[in-house]
């Protein structure tokens, strides 16, 4: 079992910036690849941004790239999603999620942890 705490939301302006956390624990979370997903109201649930188990991988949604990092810190067991240049179209809840496998990807089912999620408001 994984258990996973995401922080760091809050209501910020466009163009601000803003880095969420999500602290794990339970199962070596050295070994699992890692992802951070949203869902905006009455929307479904997307990808945003994944890292493999040891850091050296990363994918992002073609709608973050430039203005999104991922990056991870095993020693702390925590997952950091660095948002830059934030638009209202950010605004949404960000889950983090956690996978059995080392290896990332983009889709929901690939994952079988999930934390509760934080909510990401952008402001116009």
């Known amino acids: 079992q994984v258990q996973l705490v995401e922080s760091g939301g809050g209501l910020v302006q466009a163009g601000g910036s803003l880095r969420l956390s999500c602290a794990a624990s339970g199962r070596t979370v050295s070994m699992t690849a890692m992802g951070w997903f949203r869902q905006a109201p009455g929307k479904g649930r997307e990808f945003v941004a994944a890292v493999s188990a040891g850091g050296g991988t990363t994918y992002y949604a073609d709608f973050v790239k430039g203005r999104f990092t991922i990056s991870r810190d095993n020693a702390k067991n925590t997952v950091y999603l660095q948002m830059n240049s934030l638009k209202p179209a950010d605004t949404a809840v960000y889950y983090c999620?956690?996978?059995?496998?080392?290896?990332?990807?983009?889709?929901?089912?690939?994952?079988?942890?999930w934390g509760q999620g934080t909510q990401v408001t952008v402001s116009s």
């Open positions: 999620a956690a996978s059995r496998s080392v290896y990332p990807a983009t889709t929901d089912y690939h994952y079988d942890y």
